[in-house]
């Protein structure tokens, strides 16, 4: 009897050093699960940068300039200085061209300045970086048909022509302008275009008439 006493408060002992042992698990697994949610509970409050944000002047255009933001390239140059470069690089000076023109635009991504300068019948054409001034390109020509002139003793000179087409852009002068003669199936003209405060305007001229056949006009 006293044997089998024994042995059951040895079971009942066991029973309860075996329930205290799962109390004390299932209080660690509580405590590991609550750590573990707690870390997943801070998780999304950290912050992320989206690619929108860390850009910091948006898409590129094809003009070169940042769509959304400031242009990539500022013009340090100024035409007159442009100019100044291009005629001291061809070794003339202002008072003999017959013809300028100066153009500010973008190439690939980059401001240039394009110059075409005439004497006569030669054409200097110039490309400087609008920010350095340094000469990205260089060109030189002779086009012969700007020394024709008329056979015809009856048909305008040049510089009748040129007076006539002139009168249709106030403020435009000589040098603005690039008239040649020649002869188009037969029928003698005068044609050319006139480029002036950022227009282009191109024309032909009946040589004999002085009637003018096409007019058109577009941003240069």
């Not at 933001?69 to 100024?78: F, I, M, N, S, V």
């Not at 075409?116 to 030669?122: G, L």
Request: glycine share 8%; hydrophobic share 35%; aromatic share 8%.
């Amino acid at each position: 009897m006293k044997r089998r006493q024994m042995i059951l408060s040895a079971v009942a002992a066991g029973m309860i050093f075996a329930g205290a042992f799962q109390s004390g698990a299932v209080a660690v697994m509580a405590e590991q699960s609550a750590a573990e949610s707690g870390i997943r509970a801070k998780a999304p409050q950290q912050s992320t940068t989206s690619d929108a944000d860390a850009g910091s002047g948006g898409t590129e255009t094809e003009n070169g300039q940042s769509r959304g933001g400031a242009a990539k390239q500022t013009a340090e140059l100024t035409e007159e200085q442009a100019k100044e470069i291009a005629l001291a690089d061809a070794d003339l000076t202002e008072d003999e061209l017959t013809g300028i023109r100066v153009k500010l635009d973008w190439d690939d991504g980059r401001l240039i300045y394009e110059v075409d300068m005439y004497v006569d019948a030669e054409e200097y054409s110039y490309e400087l970086d609008a920010a350095s001034g340094a000469i990205l390109e260089s060109d030189y020509e002779v086009d012969r048909e700007y020394d024709n002139v008329p056979s015809d003793p009856d048909a305008l000179t040049k510089e009748e022509a040129s007076a006539i087409v002139l009168e249709k852009v106030e403020g435009a002068t000589e040098k603005d302008l690039r008239i040649k003669y020649e002869l188009d199936d037969g029928r003698e003209i005068y044609e050319g275009d006139i480029v002036y405060e950022q227009r282009e305007y191109e024309f032909e001229l009946n040589a004999k008439t002085g009637e003018l056949l096409e007019w058109s006009e577009e941003k240069y």
